[in-house]
């Protein structure tokens, strides 16, 4: 069967993998398949075609999205926010109907906060190669199948770039702000460096300018916990029997990460030496609480997330340098003609305030003149998910004028 586009199959609003595998007359899939159904607030744009920096291309891509919010008749007042790594659209509201998680960003987003709906009409899509909605390793390809390990290899640039394209479908020609935090932040500074003018606002938070080798690193060692999994199968897992798939690397490289996003104080001031269930972890079968907690966070993240996809983003991540093929990060800044708040947090180990104070000198829209502003949190890189107060008054700041 050849392969059409969104626009010449189905409506472009809503396109479930269940939709395309029952179009090519292949019964719905099975086993470790992440699919989005149902799509609980989502929405769903087909974006066409999509060609990657690498050259390989989609036949179609489908970004999945929720808004909060009214455009106004102008379309002035549009905000996207951008997700961190393992995020999704769901920035508000509860778990369920859908959505793994509860909202990302409750403390941050809605009327008469931070970023206040009742002025702001804000638009989060999921990232190009997550598993929440948008088009990833796990959703199906032309033959029927997932993608899997053909998905191609995806950068922040090419995130980025498919959001232009939906950005334009959506009718948002210039964006009142670009705002994330990690990940988020990359894409938020890929956007402001790329589109200089579709950026009337730009925040970037606890993102760095370029992946170091100390981060491509750390990376390396999870990407590598998934790949030794006798489940991984080369990324061709998803017709496992009973859901069976790289969990166990997956959870591994969720541990590894966690690591990085909290701060030692805060591990040893929540934790100490303490005992799982009361049972001594020093030679009678028991665990320090703190590798339960680990457990606890690697198994949940296998509930929620596809292990190629997690490979796809994290590559995205390495991708990350703002002045590649660009003369340099400090040229590249230059571009940048938002007004603008570059936000760092003290414990950050993942991704330091040096980072952002690269950013926040570099920038000549920054609002507090050269500097990062870099809040005080016991909570490391994941500050940013949970300081909703710290942060809130930041995107205040900039969202005043
Ligand atoms: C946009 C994005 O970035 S992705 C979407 C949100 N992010 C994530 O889900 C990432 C994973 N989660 C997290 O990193 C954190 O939960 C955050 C940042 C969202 C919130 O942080 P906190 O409020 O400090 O939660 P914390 O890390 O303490 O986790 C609490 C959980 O650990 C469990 N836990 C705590 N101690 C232990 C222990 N000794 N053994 C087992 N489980 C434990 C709690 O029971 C609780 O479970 P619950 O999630 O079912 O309620
Ligand atoms: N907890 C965040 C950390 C990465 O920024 C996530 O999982 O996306």
Not at 101 to 129: C, E, H, Y
Not at 241 to 266: C, F, K, T, V
Not at 354 to 362: K, N
């Amino acid at each position: 069967m050849e392969w059409q586009t969104a626009e010449d199959t189905v409506p472009s609003s809503f396109i479930t993998d269940a939709q395309i595998r029952s179009l090519l007359g292949k019964p719905p899939a099975t086993g470790a398949w992440r699919e989005s159904d149902p799509p609980g607030n989502r929405r769903f744009m087909g974006i066409g075609p999509f060609t990657f920096e690498s050259g390989q291309s989609l036949p179609f891509v489908r970004m999945a999205y929720e808004t909060w919010g009214e455009l106004n008749a102008d379309a002035s007042n549009a905000v996207l926010i951008e997700h961190a790594l393992t995020g999704d659209s769901h920035a508000v509201g509860e778990a369920g109907d859908g959505h793994p998680t509860s909202g990302w960003w409750q403390g941050i987003i809605g009327p008469g906060k931070a970023i206040d709906t009742d002025r702001w009409f804000v638009v989060v899509p999921n990232m190009l190669g997550g598993c929440q909605g948008t088009t990833g390793p796990a959703s199906a390809a032309p033959d029927g199948e997932a993608w899997g390990p053909r998905f191609p290899f995806t950068t922040i640039r090419d995130q980025v770039t498919a959001q232009a394209v939906f950005a334009d479908k959506l009718g948002i020609e210039r964006w009142a702000a670009v705002i994330g935090g990690s990940m988020g932040g990359m894409n938020a500074l890929e956007w402001a460096v790329s589109y200089p003018d579709r950026v009337e606002r730009l925040a970037v938070i606890a993102a760095p300018p370029v992946t170091t080798a100390d981060q491509v690193a750390l990376n390396s060692v999870q990407l590598e916990a998934i790949r030794t999994d006798p489940l991984f199968h080369g990324g061709d897992y998803y017709d496992a029997a009973d859901g069976e798939g790289p969990h166990r690397g997956l959870a591994l490289a969720r541990r590894m990460a966690l690591l990085n996003y909290r701060s030692p104080d805060e591990l040893n001031a929540r934790f100490a030496r303490s005992w799982q269930s009361d049972i001594n972890p020093l030679g009678a079968g028991g665990r320090f609480a703190v590798e339960s907690y680990l457990d606890f966070h690697g198994n949940k993240f296998t509930r929620r997330f596809d292990a190629n996809s997690y490979i796809t983003v994290v590559q995205a991540m390495n991708s990350h340098d703002v002045g590649r093929d660009r003369g340099g990060v400090a040229t590249a800044l230059e571009r940048v003609t938002a007004r603008t708040v570059v936000v760092g947090i003290d414990t950050d180990r993942l991704f330091p305030v040096e980072g952002q104070r690269v950013i926040a000198a570099g920038i000549r829209g920054n609002i507090d003149a050269g500097h990062a502003v870099v809040i005080r949190s016991e909570y490391g890189h994941d500050g940013f998910l949970i300081e909703d107060e710290l942060i809130g008054e930041q995107l205040t700041r900039l969202l005043a004028e």
